[in-house]
């Protein structure tokens, strides 16, 4: 069975950074898109970012761009997204997920076929 294990979510201040790690087994990592999104209480899960099998495409959200980046390590089956200059409105769960389609509408979470059960990040102001 796939599983997709997230971590590195936390309570922070604003302007703080965090870097979420998601590490995947049972899961040929290296052939999958892989993509961060986040959901908060009432809404619909949110695309963050994604990015191709190989890494060298990445995919984002515009208004996230600039503090926001997606990484991955294939040789660690790692999935990474290091968030910068974190404000209130980040606060979600965040969750990773994969998919072997490619990458078009790559914000829609019915793409996807694994989850991970999701990272917590609180930003207090």
């Known amino acids: 069975q796939v599983q997709l294990v997230e971590s590195g979510g936390g309570s922070v201040q604003a302007g703080e950074s965090l870097r979420l790690a998601c590490v995947a087994s049972?899961?040929?990592?290296?052939?999958?898109?892989m993509a961060w999104f986040r959901q908060v209480p009432g809404k619909e899960r949110e695309g963050v970012a994604a990015?191709?099998?190989?890494?060298?495409?990445?995919y984002q959200t515009t208004s996230l761009k600039g503090r926001f980046t997606i990484s991955r390590d294939n040789a660690k089956n790692t999935l990474y997204l290091l968030m910068n200059s974190l404000k209130p409105a980040d606060t979600a769960m965040y969750y990773c997920?994969?998919?072997?389609?490619?990458?078009?509408?790559?914000?829609?979470?019915?793409?996807?076929?694994?989850w991970g059960q999701g990272t917590q990040v609180t930003v207090s102001s």
């Open positions: 049972r899961i040929t990592y290296s052939t999958y898109y």
């Open positions: 997920a994969a998919s072997q389609l490619p990458p078009q509408y790559w914000w829609i979470s019915s793409k996807y076929n694994y």
């Open positions: 990015i191709s099998p190989d890494g060298r495409s990445t």
